[in-house]
């Protein structure tokens, strides 16, 4: 039904050719964009356009390189399905040929619009923009423009090895994700959006991208907001010199060929999984000196991020079903015998108990308040939340809560990692979901019919969605942050 609905609104515009042009952009689902003319699916009140190629396939000759601009079209291209996902382990489905992003805009609404840009997470060696999870319809619903980028993972997207990386950088995601921002600063407005107005929002991998783009000079002015969700700021970046010890190994691994470009990709997942059972950060962002010169926490002491509103903030469980080799290496890594964690959590008698809520605090919790007070300081305006909301239905058995919070952003129900939510659950998300566009729209998350968000992020205020209230007020864990911290 939606493609013969999106075929109507097309040929409407080839009929009409010499008018269609003074048709506000919202009446068709149709884009004019360099790379040729898009036509988009409608579905209800919204109008989605998949699979858009924002840079030249990676391949071949382009492997290891930065990201090269699409070949220039005049022709139609029908943008009903997602491309690929990039190349990872676990995943059957994936490709090289992945520099592709999606828009969803409401239908009939014209603009200029607010732009909302999602970076996906999964450590920087798996995920996808693709993930039903992350289908934008439900904010661009409101009003929006919603934006999800695929980017290089793995040993394609941050592999160092001077034999490859003539610009000095390994950084290939994040080369990626700049080459997306610009394909949005100069497409967008052709789907309604304004490209002055542009707010990045992600999780964990996906929060340390925007934050390193925070700090990169080649992206400054490309985003005017920021929404950094779980993101372990404390830490620690790999040297060029570390990095391209991996990349060594790497090519070792596949066997040293006189061409790594032309082997092919069923060998470099290979030897990825390989490197990635001895060292899961193997292929992470490096300090390049170029994108990346220092780390997160360092660059926002020292005052030298995009001073642009912000929001910030961390779910009161970070563990899930993947992290349990993290809780051990954090664990370890504190140096606090278990009465002292006890003194901690006085609370939790078992041993995996205290262990997770160590992680969440010392990964998360902390870092995320230390980034929001050095970004306060700054001047610049900074909200900072903790999401510790549960889902009804799972309640009495409450899994790990990593990731939690998306499904309450996009509102998305009974696809794969997304539940059914009761009608409680759906007004939370609503507010949580009305918090997110409204400081998208102006960078202040308030509004009307909302719980007052206090922005003194600065001086230990939050925002704490609880499974009772929704509430500003002075962090109860402050006193125990504290102490990790020191």
């Avoid at 305006?381 to 990593?402: H, Q, S």
Wanted: aromatic share 8%; net charge neutral; proline share 6%.
């Amino acid at each position: 039904m939606r493609s013969l609905l999106a075929l109507i609104a097309a040929s409407a515009v080839l009929l009409l050719a010499g008018s269609a042009a003074a048709q506000p952009v919202g009446q068709f689902p149709f884009a004019l964009t360099r790379e040729g003319q898009m036509l988009g699916a409608v579905e209800g009140e919204v109008a989605s356009f998949k699979g858009l190629a924002y840079a030249a396939p990676p391949v071949g000759a382009l492997r290891w390189r930065p990201p090269q601009l699409a070949p220039e079209s005049s022709e139609m291209h029908t943008a009903y399905a997602y491309g690929m996902p990039c190349l990872q382990p676990g995943r059957p489905e994936t490709n090289e040929d992945c520099l592709t992003l999606n828009v969803f805009r409401p239908f009939g609404v014209d603009g200029p619009l607010p732009v909302m840009m999602f970076i996906h997470g999964g450590s920087f060696i798996g995920g996808t923009a693709n993930d039903p999870l992350f289908d934008g319809a439900r904010l661009a619903q409101a009003g929006l423009i919603v934006v999800t980028a695929n980017y290089r993972l793995g040993a394609l997207g941050w592999l160092a090895d001077p034999a490859l990386s003539e610009s000095g950088s390994g950084n290939y995601g994040l080369m990626d994700q700049i080459a997306a921002l610009h394909w949005v600063h100069d497409n967008i407005a052709a789907f309604g959006g304004d490209p002055g107005n542009v707010t990045l929002f992600g999780r964990d991998a996906g929060a340390r991208s925007i934050a390193l783009l925070m700090l990169c000079a080649q992206a400054r002015g490309l985003f005017q907001k920021a929404i950094l969700q779980s993101i372990p700021a404390r830490a620690r970046l790999r040297s060029a010199q570390e990095a391209e010890t991996v990349g060594r190994q790497f090519v070792a691994v596949l066997g040293s060929p006189a061409d790594v470009r032309a082997v092919e990709p069923r060998r470099l997942l290979a030897a990825e999984i390989r490197l990635l059972e001895t060292s899961r950060r193997s292929f992470a962002p490096m300090r390049d000196g170029s994108l990346v010169t220092e780390d997160i926490a360092a660059g926002f002491a020292a005052g030298h991020q995009s001073r642009i509103p912000l929001i910030i903030g961390s779910n009161d469980d970070e563990t899930g079903f993947d992290s349990e080799l993290d809780i051990k290496e954090e664990v370890a890594s504190s140096g606090l015998t278990s009465d002292e964690l006890r003194k901690l959590y006085p609370d939790l008698a078992r041993p995996s108990d205290l262990a997770a809520r160590l992680y969440t605090d010392k990964v998360f919790s902390e870092p995320a308040r230390l980034l929001a007070r050095l970004h306060a300081a700054s001047g610049a305006a900074t909200f900072r939340y903790r999401f510790a909301y549960v889902p009804e239905a799972r309640r009495a058995n409450p899994e790990g809560g990593r990731g939690r919070e998306l499904q309450f952003i996009f509102g998305v129900e009974g696809v794969l990692g997304a539940g059914i939510f009761s009608r409680g659950d759906r007004e939370v998300a609503s507010r949580m979901r009305s918090y997110w566009i409204n400081f998208a729209r102006n960078g202040d998350p308030n509004g009307p019919d909302l719980p007052r968000w206090d922005g003194a992020a600065g001086r230990d205020r939050l925002l704490l969605i609880a499974n009772d209230r929704i509430a500003s007020g002075d962090d109860p864990l402050a006193e125990r942050l504290d102490r990790l911290a020191r």
